[in-house]
């Protein structure tokens, strides 16, 4: 069974057939998985081979998977800057970032997104991020190589109704614990997350250690029209670089 060598959740196979759950719902690494489950089932059907639905860094994640047993339902940044009611500056190590990408407590969220790209599993089309795979391999040998500068990425919590678990436990003035019992959407620095996940798989199978380095976040409290005033400033400043360069 794919999902138990990948220490993913066994049931989830189950779980679809039964429709208590939906492919939809999976993220890309338990779509590869099921996908290569399937191909291996089907006596390597190539209509299944998931090299004709992913890209080489999709696959190449996948490869280098080794899931966080440990049950992460908050994340936990210390030492955070707390800018207002809305806003937090903090320091995140890439140690986190893999477990937190991993246990999906990090999330792209298309409806705030450019638009999203789609891939037809079986009778289905699954929208999925769309991603410069060329950018994240790049991205990713350069982290392993020599390291990028810290830049910073958004992230934010997507109001909706209800009171948001989110937690400011101040040490001293403005600094201190901000405790996230919620999912963050990445507005702004997937790819640069992707990477740093790539590379950090990478490292973690060849030595059993995880990759030193960190990264600073910018959490925004804000609502959906927000988020996409973020992505479009975002769009616009990198549009501008490029220009320039």
């Given at each position: 069974?794919?999902?138990?060598?990948?220490?993913?959740?066994?049931?989830?196979?189950?779980?679809?057939?039964?429709?208590?759950?939906?492919?939809?719902?999976?993220?890309?690494?338990?779509?590869?998985?099921?996908?290569?489950?399937?191909?291996?089932?089907?006596?390597?059907?190539?209509?299944?081979?998931?090299?004709?639905?992913?890209?080489?860094?999709?696959?190449?994640?996948?490869?280098?998977?080794?899931?966080?047993?440990?049950?992460?339902?908050?994340?936990?940044?210390?030492?955070?800057?707390?800018?207002?009611?809305?806003?937090?500056?903090?320091?995140?190590?890439?140690?986190?970032?893999?477990?937190?990408?991993?246990?999906s407590r990090l999330s792209y969220n298309l409806q705030s997104q450019r638009e999203a790209t789609y891939k037809?599993?079986?009778?289905?089309?699954?929208?999925?991020?769309?991603?410069?795979?060329?950018?994240?391999?790049?991205?990713s040998e350069a982290i392993l190589c020599k390291g990028i500068e810290s830049t910073q990425v958004v992230l934010?919590?997507?109001?909706?109704?209800?009171?948001?678990?989110?937690?400011?436990?101040p040490l001293y003035e403005n600094i201190g614990d901000l405790i996230i019992e919620e999912i963050l959407c990445?507005?702004?620095?997937?790819?640069?997350?992707?990477?740093?996940?790539?590379?950090?798989?990478?490292?973690?199978?060849?030595?059993?250690?995880?990759?030193?380095?960190?990264?600073?976040?910018?959490?925004?409290?804000?609502?959906?029209?927000?988020?996409?005033?973020?992505?479009?400033?975002?769009?616009?400043?990198?549009?501008?670089?490029?220009?320039?360069?």
């Amino acid at each position: 069974n794919n999902f138990i060598e990948k220490t993913l959740n066994s049931s989830t196979v189950s779980l679809l057939f039964n429709e208590e759950k939906f492919v939809e719902e999976l993220n890309e690494i338990e779509l590869i998985c099921l996908a290569d489950g399937l191909y291996k089932y089907f006596s390597s059907n190539e209509k299944l081979n998931p090299k004709k639905y992913f890209s080489d860094i999709s696959l190449e994640a996948y490869r280098n998977y080794m899931n966080v047993i440990e049950d992460i339902s908050f994340i936990k940044l210390h030492n955070a800057i707390q800018v207002n009611d809305e806003e937090y500056i903090a320091v995140i190590s890439y140690e986190d970032i893999y477990k937190y990408m991993s246990a999906s407590r990090l999330s792209y969220n298309l409806q705030s997104q450019r638009e999203a790209t789609y891939k037809k599993i079986g009778n289905k089309y699954i929208a999925v991020p769309t991603i410069n795979n060329k950018s994240v391999k790049e991205m990713s040998e350069a982290i392993l190589c020599k390291g990028i500068e810290s830049t910073q990425v958004v992230l934010s919590y997507i109001v909706g109704e209800g009171i948001p678990k989110i937690k400011f436990e101040p040490l001293y003035e403005n600094i201190g614990d901000l405790i996230i019992e919620e999912i963050l959407c990445i507005i702004d620095g997937y790819h640069r997350l992707s990477a740093i996940c790539s590379s950090v798989a990478k490292h973690l199978a060849k030595t059993k250690q995880y990759l030193q380095g960190y990264l600073t976040v910018k959490i925004l409290i804000a609502d959906m029209a927000r988020a996409r005033k973020v992505v479009a400033e975002s769009l616009n400043e990198y549009h501008k670089e490029t220009k320039c360069s």
